[in-house]
C-alpha cells in the first residue's frame, strides 16, 4: 500500500462545477495535511492546509479531514478553467519537521 | 521578501557525472528541504536542512548529498549520476523549528536535470 494514495485521473469538470478531489494515506501517525497545486512545467504552490478533523474553508476550497478513516480531501467551488492544473496530497508525520510524503498528484480539467 | 530561488534551472549531464544544484531560501526562513520529482510523480523528500545540520532524511543513497551555509542557502549534490537521477529537483524553504504551521513549504521553481 502507497503511502500516500490519490484518485486515479485525470478528472474534468465543467466551469463552475464542483470538482472533488481525494487522498488517502497510510500512516496514522500523520499530523499535518496539505493540498498543493502543480501547473505544468511549474513548481507546486500551497493551496491549504489541514491538521484537525472537520472541514476548513478558503474561499472557494475547503479541505476535509477525517483521521478515523485516513483521508483528506479537497473541494473545489464554482470551478474555473484556470484552476485546471495538477492536484498534490501531502502528508507530514512529524509537526517539528517539514518532511511532506506527496502522492503521485491528480490532473484537474476544468472544460469552458 | 524575495521568494526561493534556484540555479541552474536547467541542466544536461552524461552518466557518471557530478552535479551541485543550488537554492536560497525565502527572506526569513532557516530551513531549506530538497525534493526529486520524477515524471508524472510527486515529489519525494531527499533531505533537510536545519541550522546546518542534516535534519531528516528519505530513502535516498549516500552519493546524494548537501549542506546548508550561515546564510541559510543550500546546495544539493549528486555524485555518480545515473539516468534515474533525470528529474525536476525542488527546494522547498520554511520556518522550522517551531509550531506546525511554520513548517509549510514555499518551493523554488525547481532545477530541471537531464542525465544521458
Known amino acids: 500500500q502507497k503511502e500516500v494514495e490519490q484518485n486515479s485521473g485525470p478528472l474534468s469538470v465543467p466551469e463552475g462545477a464542483i470538482a472533488s478531489l481525494n487522498c488517502t494515506y497510510s500512516d496514522r501517525g500523520s499530523q499535518s495535511f496539505f493540498w498543493y497545486r502543480q501547473y505544468s512545467g511549474k513548481s507546486p504552490e500551497l493551496i491549504m492546509f489541514i491538521y484537525s478533523n472537520g472541514d476548513k474553508e478558503d474561499g472557494r476550497f475547503t479541505a476535509q479531514l477525517n483521521k478515523a478513516s485516513q483521508y483528506v480531501s479537497l473541494l473545489i467551488r464554482d470551478s474555473q478553467p484556470s484552476d485546471s492544473a495538477t492536484y498534490l496530497c501531502a502528508v507530514n508525520r512529524d509537526g517539528a519537521n517539514s518532511k511532506l510524503t506527496f502522492g503521485k498528484g491528480i490532473t484537474l480539467s476544468v472544460r469552458p | 521578501e524575495t521568494g526561493v530561488t534556484q540555479s541552474p534551472t536547467h541542466l544536461i549531464k552524461t552518466r557518471g557525472q557530478q552535479v551541485t544544484l543550488r537554492c536560497s531560501s525565502q527572506s526569513g526562513h532557516n530551513t531549506v528541504s530538497w525534493y526529486q520529482q520524477a515524471l508524472g510523480q510527486g515529489p519525494q523528500f531527499i533531505f533537510q536542512?536545519?541550522?546546518?545540520?542534516?535534519?531528516g532524511r528519505g530513502n535516498f543513497p549516500p552519493r546524494f548529498s548537501g549542506l546548508q551555509f550561515p546564510n541559510y542557502s543550500s546546495e544539493l549534490n549528486v555524485n555518480a549520476l545515473e539516468l534515474d537521477d533525470s528529474a525536476l529537483y525542488l527546494c522547498?524553504?520554511?520556518?522550522?523549528?517551531?509550531?506546525?504551521?511554520?513548517?509549510?513549504?514555499?518551493f523554488g521553481a525547481g532545477s530541471r536535470l537531464t542525465v544521458l
Open positions: 536542512y536545519y541550522r546546518e545540520e542534516e535534519n
Open positions: 522547498a524553504s520554511s520556518l522550522g523549528g517551531g509550531p506546525r504551521v511554520a513548517n509549510v513549504l514555499t
